[in-house]
């Protein structure tokens, strides 16, 4: 698609926008091809004292367990990513759906969904989020579906602000005139010209969805043990920080350097499409 | 000779581009302007005047600057005095009145505050005397009621008192030059003719000189002694403004002139082909400016840039002087005389009432009613015939159209079409065969215009909702509607950003076309395009009723442009018909007090 590529030129053509672009791209890739690089399985463990630094057979030591740090490193981004890559999709489908209706229609409607939004909005959503994993357990699909739905709450408000906007442009009205149907206004007319905003929010959703995920793994809901997770791993290891700090630097840096650099993408994106409209003062 | 208040010399204005080609906003500006003189600089959009108009108190937009030249205000340059300098400068020696005042004035701040951060500032009064000055210059403005005026906020005064104001408060600071952007644009034309009467005064009276930008020769013609057009960067012609009015020589000028509907004219006005050079083009350029849309243009003009010659008083940049001051090369078109209309009537409203809210509950519990904006409106409009709907600001011009077009509910009253449609109700209760026959036109091209779709598209789109045609048969009648609206068919796949103004209400025109209405409603859509690219617009509109017979509803602020294209006329104030009756009537013998006087503000 050639709006594609001209969105991704317009990231990298800046220095921060090539750096966050390389970044999300490496982790993607990782993420994808890791089972083939790694050199031991992620629950191997090493028969040897615990908390080895670093050597020449485990490059980033071994973690409690005795387990290599590099593998489960290497490994831990994956559900993290599966989950909130998917998580955001949703909630920035569902969370648009109903801000452009809300926008659009205005009225009762609108005050019916940015109502209810307020009541979720009121509901602190970690301890919900817990009390959704206690009942119906963290497989995936459960995490894609709650976070989905409790970051689309945010994307309501975003996409009804952005509606309202355009809704007063004279080519809506130029629509209406004509006789187009409500669905065909919103869909040809209102969401082409939201869109860049929606994709701005959703780049910001997805860093702050990997934090959350990463927060529920570190309190021990997100992922299962022994599957490798990044907050998982910082959660056990870092007791024995000041002893063994590579089990949780690792983790750290990865996490970080993901999230650093879908910040840096969202920023350089929103520059790009012309979203984020700062410029030097006046005077 | 004194020295000149202020001289400019070879200013050039605009930023450094792509593989470090100078990108020219303003190119090679020589002006010297002696102490109470008033110069207007007149151009069209993009021509640069507003940044050379800053420059000369030392600003540049943002991503501009100097690239060559110097300006010097009594011997000082803006842009190398040290802050402390420019300070007292700007306010003190010099004082900008700006377009919007309704925008340049803090809304949350009462105008006390205001003006007396000025006085603070720029005058040597004790604070105790801040006061009498206050209202000392608000006299001198004709504010009514001085004292109510200093403690009320921005939004409490009407547009034409916070311009008022504006100048107020330009004035605090006893400057000596006055620099004036667009300071009347958009105000009512009665407001209008007030603003501009007191400007003339206050140059009499206080000798202050006044640079006065505006797209509008004929408001400059009001204040202004000297005159300077402005093209594509560079000042064309200067000189008295007089010679400059009766006599024009540089071909840009004389096509101006010759661009302006005026009232009582014999002929239509004549547009001037083609687009203005962009900046981006003007360093490149070797020749004339105006080369490109010349009549007269020569391989010279093309090859050489033409110097500033002297013609008695005045200068003109044109290799061509001698067949431009023989004239004869802009005929404009006769008016033609109305069309033979017959009476077959194609729409009429009768009694039509508008009100924009509903009483709220505590208003019908007392037997209360909002106020209506449009009240017992009748009309009806023939087949082929062209009405015009003038008045000022709020007298419900454009709601009377967006309840014809379905997009504003009404009160009372109906509106039928053929004498078959019912057009009473909103736009979801009509059949798509009557809402077919009605097509809308905004005002700015800019808003109307998806800019996310291909012209193309935006075509294409009453086509499929209207008519079942095939795909081949659509792309050609996209063609031919680009065609008829003067555009090439290569337009199609561009997006509204890559095209001017005058070429996006050309689009927006060719959409209204495709659904085959029998009724165009125009809402102002001329009053955002240059008036060389509106004389296009308003020549496109009688060919296409001489062509289909498509009647048109032209709502208008501007008269002369309503005698030129309109048969008949209605005259509305306060939402309500003061007059009404054919055009060459009304203008010639208006009746209402109301019509005498929006005719005797017409510059």
């Known amino acids: 698609m050639s709006s594609a590529v001209t969105i991704l030129k317009g990231v990298t053509a800046t220095r921060s926008g090539k750096i966050g672009v390389v970044l ?151 629509a209406k005139a004509r006789g187009e149907r409500p669905l065909s206004i919103m869909m040809t007319e209102i969401l082409p010209n939201v869109r860049d905003v929606l994709m701005v929010e959703s780049a910001m959703r997805w860093s702050w969805m990997l934090l959350a995920f990463s927060a529920l793994s570190f309190l021990g809901f997100g992922v299962t043990p022994p599957t490798p997770d990044w907050g998982l791993m910082i959660a056990n290891s870092r007791i024995y920080l000041a002893l063994a700090p590579w089990p949780v630097l690792m983790p750290m840096i990865a996490l970080s350097s993901l999230i650093i650099g879908i910040n840096l993408t969202a920023d350089a994106l929103a520059k790009s499409l012309g979203v984020d409209k700062t410029t030097r003062a006046l005077v | 000779m004194t020295a000149p208040l202020l001289s400019i010399e070879n200013l050039s204005i605009g930023f450094t581009g792509l593989n470090d080609q100078p990108v020219f906003i303003v190119r090679d500006v020589n002006l010297t302007l002696a102490a109470g003189e008033t110069l207007g600089l007149v151009g069209e959009s993009g021509c640069g005047k507003s940044s050379l108009l800053l420059a000369m108190m030392g600003y540049y937009k943002q991503g501009l600057g100097r690239l060559r030249g110097g300006i010097a205000y009594d011997g000082q340059d803006p842009g190398l005095v040290s802050p402390q300098q420019l300070q007292a400068l700007r306010g003190g020696g010099m004082a900008l009145i700006p377009q919007n005042a309704g925008q340049a004035l803090t809304p949350t701040l009462r105008i006390k505050a205001q003006m007396v951060e000025v006085l603070r500032l720029h005058s040597d009064l004790a604070p105790g005397a801040w006061q009498a000055r206050c209202l000392a210059l608000f006299e001198r403005v004709k504010l009514p009621d001085p004292e109510q005026m200093l403690n009320r906020y921005p939004h409490e005064l009407s547009g034409g008192q916070q311009q008022r104001v504006a100048i107020a408060m330009a004035l605090a600071g006893e400057p000596d030059l006055l620099l004036l952007d667009e300071p009347t644009t958009g105000l009512d034309v009665t407001t209008q003719v007030g603003v501009l009467a007191l400007l003339q005064e206050i140059c009499q009276d206080l000798n202050t000189a006044m640079v006065y930008v505006s797209h509008d020769i004929q408001v400059i013609s009001q204040v202004c002694n000297q005159i300077a057009i402005m093209y594509a960067g560079e000042i064309v012609e200067m000189g008295p403004r007089a010679d400059l009015l009766t006599q024009p020589v540089h071909p840009y000028t004389q096509g101006l002139l010759a661009s302006i509907p005026r009232l009582n004219q014999q002929t239509l006005p004549h547009p001037i082909a083609g687009e203005m050079l962009q900046p981006v083009h003007r360093g490149s350029n070797v020749g004339c400016g105006y080369a490109g849309r010349c009549p007269l243009a020569t391989d010279q003009c093309r090859a050489t840039a033409p110097l500033a010659q002297p013609i008695a008083d005045r200068w003109v940049k044109c290799h061509e002087v001698t067949a431009a001051m023989a004239g004869e090369f802009i005929r404009p078109a006769q008016k033609l005389l109305a069309a033979n209309l017959g009476d077959r009537e194609l729409l009429s409203v009768a009694d039509l009432s508008i009100r924009y809210q509903a009483p709220t509950w505590l208003q019908s519990l007392r037997g209360q009613q909002p106020p209506a904006i449009v009240r017992a409106v009748s009309f009806g409009i023939q087949k082929g015939e062209i009405v015009g709907l003038v008045g000022e600001s709020g007298s419900g011009k454009s709601t009377i159209l967006k309840t014809i077009a379905g997009l504003q509910g009404s009160l009372s009253g109906r509106i039928t079409l053929s004498g078959t449609d019912d057009l009473t109700g909103p736009v979801e209760s009509r059949p798509r065969g009557s809402l077919r026959k009605v097509q809308l036109v905004f005002q700015n091209p800019d808003a109307s215009l998806n800019p996310r779709k291909t012209i193309g598209e935006i075509l294409r789109r009453p086509l499929e909702l209207y008519f079942d045609l095939a795909t081949g048969v659509m792309d050609q009648a996209v063609d031919a509607l680009l065609q008829r609206v003067n555009l090439p068919e290569s337009y199609k796949g561009r997006f509204p950003g890559q095209l001017s103004g005058g070429e996006k209400q050309r689009v927006a025109i060719a959409r209204a076309l495709a659904a085959k209405p029998e009724l165009i409603l125009c809402d102002e859509i001329t009053s955002a395009l240059d008036v060389s690219v509106q004389a296009a617009i308003l020549k496109l509109l009688l060919d296409l009723r001489a062509d289909s017979g498509v009647s048109l509803l032209f709502v208008s602020h501007d008269l002369a442009v309503v005698e030129t294209l309109c048969d008949s006329v209605l005259v509305l104030e306060g939402g309500e018909v003061r007059e009404a009756g054919l055009c060459a009537e009304v203008f010639k013998n208006p009746q209402h007090a109301y019509t005498q006087a929006l005719l005797a503000s017409v510059l």
């Not at chain 1, 057979?57 to 994956?78: F, K, P, Q």
């Not at chain 1, 919900?128 to 579906?145: D, K, Q, T, Y």
């Open chain 1, 24 to 174: 999300v791209g490496f982790h993607l890739l990782l993420a994808l091809v890791a089972p083939w690089l790694v050199p031991y399985e992620f629950d191997a463990q090493t028969a040897v004292i615990d908390h080895a630094g670093p050597s020449l057979a485990h490059w980033a030591g071994l973690d409690t367990l005795g387990r290599d740090v590099l593998t489960r490193t290497l490994l831990g981004g994956r559900e993290a990513l599966l989950v909130t890559i998917f998580g955001t999709g949703l909630a920035v489908v569902w969370g648009s759906f109903f801000g452009v209706l809300a926008g659009y229609l205005g009225g009762r409607i609108d005050e019916l969904i940015m109502r209810s939004v307020d009541i979720f909005l009121a509901i602190p959503w970690m301890i919900f989020l817990l009390l959704v994993i206690a009942s119906f357990g963290n497989a995936p699909m459960v995490m894609i579906l709650t976070l989905g739905f409790f970051y689309g709450i945010g994307v309501v408000r975003m996409a009804r602000a952005a509606t309202l906007e355009v809704v007063v442009k004279d080519y809506v009205l130029a």
